[in-house]
């Protein structure tokens, strides 16, 4: 893959993260932007570590265990220090009683913590819901990409995903929180396996399947409609149909976005991407995302500022 290729999928990340730091900090309620920033970042991260998953799984001298390995150390020596800096961080000041909790964001179980109390408690860590869903998957993804029959990873992405929109259409006959909802693993599963199903895919070809063409437009029309419809007050069952489609229908949009941009997209949008600003501020998403928010939500506990409760809920992502 060119250095080009990659430059455009760096200022994607950059899209996606300023699409969360606007939602958070000029943004009107209702606005979607942070949500399908999230999504975004879910499906990047699910093709970006499919790839490299991929590239090892391919590579001469394969060891399953060597691999995993080198996987994780990689991850732990880029996530770990930002990420365990804030913390210590919050921890050292307490800030909104945060140490009481501090484990639970220390193993990375931020969303789970979050849906056992069904309330966003303490504010101020609660936009680490989204690293935990994804170190969830960074801890479990590569042993399938790197120990499943290769045969079968397509249709183990497919299988995830499948599950994925049955937890969907499941969840109201089970009277779980809203805020589980949201945060478990399986509501946010198929965003990230579909981004991998993509890498599965152009590792065999970069040709597009044929219904992809025929659904994009369709895809992007329902998904345009139905995100428009989550800023409207609606019956519980309209609602939690609003919500299925929300998840769904702009996931095959976003996957073609990651794919068009991995394999070099041309004119304005691709010099966009590639310029000097947006990659450097791609390559830094983790942190971009995880320090100013962190403030933002430090502000919101002054004395002065708006309570916690009627500020701009994280779920909404």
Not at 278 to 299: D, Q
């Amino acid at each position: 893959m060119s250095l080009a290729r990659d430059r455009q999928l760096d200022g994607l990340r950059a899209v996606a993260v300023s699409m969360v730091l606007y939602h958070h900090f000029f943004a009107v309620d209702g606005s979607v932007l942070g949500h399908l920033g999230v999504r975004l970042f879910f499906v990047l991260s699910g093709f970006l570590i499919t790839r490299l998953l991929l590239d090892a799984r391919f590579s001469v001298g394969y060891q399953s265990g060597a691999a995993l390995k080198a996987f994780y150390l990689r991850r732990a020596l880029r996530i770990f220090p930002p990420y365990f800096a804030m913390l210590g961080f919050i921890w050292f000041v307490n800030l909104e009683g945060a140490r009481g909790s501090i484990k639970w964001h220390a193993l990375y179980l931020s969303n789970v913590w979050y849906a056992l109390r069904n309330e966003w408690t303490p504010w101020v860590l609660c936009h680490t819901w989204s690293l935990s869903i994804e170190e969830q998957f960074y801890i479990a993804w590569p042993l399938v990409i790197l120990l499943a029959p290769r045969r079968l990873m397509a249709p183990i992405c497919v299988a995830v995903i499948a599950f994925s929109l049955t937890y969907r259409f499941y969840w109201p006959f089970t009277g779980t929180p809203s805020l589980a909802r949201d945060l478990l693993p399986p509501a946010s599963v198929d965003a990230l396996v579909a981004g991998a199903l993509l890498a599965v895919h152009r590792r065999r070809t970069e040709c597009w399947p044929a219904w992809i063409g025929l659904s994009i437009v369709p895809l992007t029309a329902a998904a345009t409609i139905v995100l428009w419809l989550k800023s409207v007050p609606m019956a519980p069952v309209v609602e939690w149909l609003t919500w299925i489609g929300a998840e769904v229908f702009p996931v095959i949009p976003l996957v073609v976005l990651v794919g068009c941009c991995s394999s070099g997209v041309r004119g304005a949008f691709g010099r966009f991407l590639e310029r000097p600003s947006m990659t450097a501020v791609g390559r830094m998403s983790y942190g971009v995302y995880l320090f100013p928010l962190c403030c933002r939500w430090s502000s919101r506990l002054s004395p002065g500022s708006r309570s916690t409760s009627q500020s701009r809920a994280p779920a909404a992502l």
